[in-house]
């Protein structure tokens, strides 16, 4: 999507306009529907992944109420928190592989559920604190976290990630029926119709090219007997959040690859901030953008402190959204206000998560494919906007050959201390610590690129695909 399109254009709504509010209503709809999915499949695939079953509805409650607090927050910008414009806050698929690690690391000692997220919001607790502290130093952040680094570590997430989504479209870990030809084939008729909608000229149909996959699969997977709706269980009328209801842990073998991904994702808001500067008519050099994206990442830190003490996965500025802001042609921050508004009614009502429990794993896996291969497919396109000189190639090719040697060959580290086999056992932060060392390390052959340029290189990825 060219960065000059949405220059051209003219705004229905400026950044501090005040629409009406069936206007306003309509617009904050319209951005809940393209992110719907996007909110609530990372619960989905850990609760099923980890064995959270009986704790699921909860978990998506928290999720969509979280993200409907962190957007009004970035919206409204209190104490100046926030960015101040339409960032809808959403949960990360850049954050699953570490998570999933933490939750099997517990798993492993014979933990409970409760353990197991116990753990998880715990890390992720401390890692929203790295990313609050980071976002008081974006300037210097940029400089050391730059396009190339970024670009392998969302490869390598993408990478990791596939390996889910494949196991899911053959029926899930473990299924007795793995890989059977009806899952097969439910798997593919989502990807297919995803891939089909995906090239129509409509945005709107391209926008909910997952949504109306994933209901085509459940139909089919009905039609199949694949999918055999069970009576909702006995769930309050409304969710209640509570804080640390699973109890609170700490590891520090858990907590270094989560506080990578922090550290990657700040800077990946920073470009779909900048994007987002550029769709609202707002400059993207000056005090006034730093000062933006400042205040964007500390709320991104804010709604992801909120996620975890609430038990919700943590959350990040979602970019299709910017595509949205293109679309309808209405930037105004107070739509934002709506959209958190409604996310937050939507967690109230834990029956949604129990309805959307019941999607039989094929069906979720042929659309995780297809999200997790764009997550690798944008790290891709980030590494394609940096110069591919002989020094950027030997540290691509060396951080993907440790990142994904270490990931085939796990056992490469059993002999090492057990820290190390904890660090270091994954692609993303085996090989994402690889290329920040080479960066640091292996001198620059010209000058560095100029803020401004590097803000133009990551809108460019930003504006459409976010991790």
């Not at 190639?393 to 190390?420: C, E, N, R, W, Y």
Request: glycine letters at 12%; a neutral charge.
């Amino acid at each position: 999507m060219p960065p000059e399109a949405p220059i051209t254009q003219d705004l229905i709504y400026g950044l501090n306009d005040r629409p009406k509010p069936v206007p306003a209503l309509l617009a904050a709809l319209q951005h809940v529907l393209a992110s719907f999915v996007g909110i609530i499949t990372p619960p989905l695939i850990i609760g099923s992944t980890l064995g959270l079953g009986a704790h699921m509805p909860y978990l998506i409650s928290m999720a969509l109420m979280v993200s409907g607090v962190g957007t009004f927050i970035q919206a409204r910008r209190p104490f100046g928190i926030g960015a101040g414009m339409i960032c809808l806050q959403g949960t990360s698929f850049a954050f699953l592989g570490a998570v999933l690690s933490a939750g099997f690391m517990v798993k492993q000692r014979g933990g409970s559920p409760e353990d197991i997220m116990a753990m998880i919001f715990g890390v992720c607790f401390f890692g929203a604190v790295v990313q609050i502290v980071l976002s008081r130093f974006i300037g210097q952040l940029r400089r050391v976290i730059t396009p190339l680094v970024t670009g392998i570590v969302i490869t390598l997430i993408g990478i990791s990630l596939i390996k889910v989504g494949i196991t899911d479209l053959g029926g899930g870990f473990n299924a007795p029926d793995f890989g059977a030809p009806g899952n097969l084939a439910l798997g593919g008729l989502v990807l297919v119709v995803i891939i089909v909608l995906n090239r129509s000229n409509t945005p709107w149909i391209r926008l909910s090219s997952i949504i109306i996959g994933l209901l085509v699969g459940s139909i089919a997977a009905w039609f199949s007997g694949k999918l055999v709706p069970h009576a909702l269980p006995d769930l309050p009328l409304i969710s209640v959040p509570v804080p640390f209801k699973f109890g609170f842990a700490f590891d520090w073998t858990a907590f270094f690859p989560i506080a990578l991904i922090y550290l990657i994702s700040s800077i990946e808001t920073v470009g779909d901030l900048t994007a987002n500067c550029m769709l609202s008519r707002q400059p993207i050099t000056g005090p006034s953008y730093i000062q933006r994206l400042k205040g964007g990442v500390l709320g991104d830190g804010a709604s992801c402190m909120i996620a975890a003490t609430f038990s919700a996965f943590p959350n990040t500025t979602f970019a299709q959204n910017n595509g949205v802001i293109q679309l309808t042609g209405v930037a105004s921050r107070y739509v934002g206000l709506y959209i958190g508004a409604v996310l937050f009614l939507l967690g109230l009502v834990p029956s949604i998560g129990a309805v959307l429990q019941q999607i039989p794993k094929p069906v979720l896996g042929g659309a995780t494919l297809v999200m997790f291969g764009s997550v690798a497919a944008a790290g891709v396109r980030i590494l394609a906007q940096s110069a591919l000189d002989r020094r950027n190639m030997l540290i691509i090719a060396t951080s993907f050959g440790v990142g994904l040697g270490i990931a085939a060959v796990p056992d490469l580290l059993h002999q090492m201390p057990k820290l190390v086999q904890n660090l270091f056992d994954s692609a993303i932060t085996s090989g994402g610590i690889t290329a920040l060392v080479l960066c640091l390390v292996l001198p620059e052959p010209e000058a560095q690129t100029s803020d401004a340029a590097v803000a133009l290189e990551l809108e460019k990825h930003a504006i459409e695909t976010k991790v």
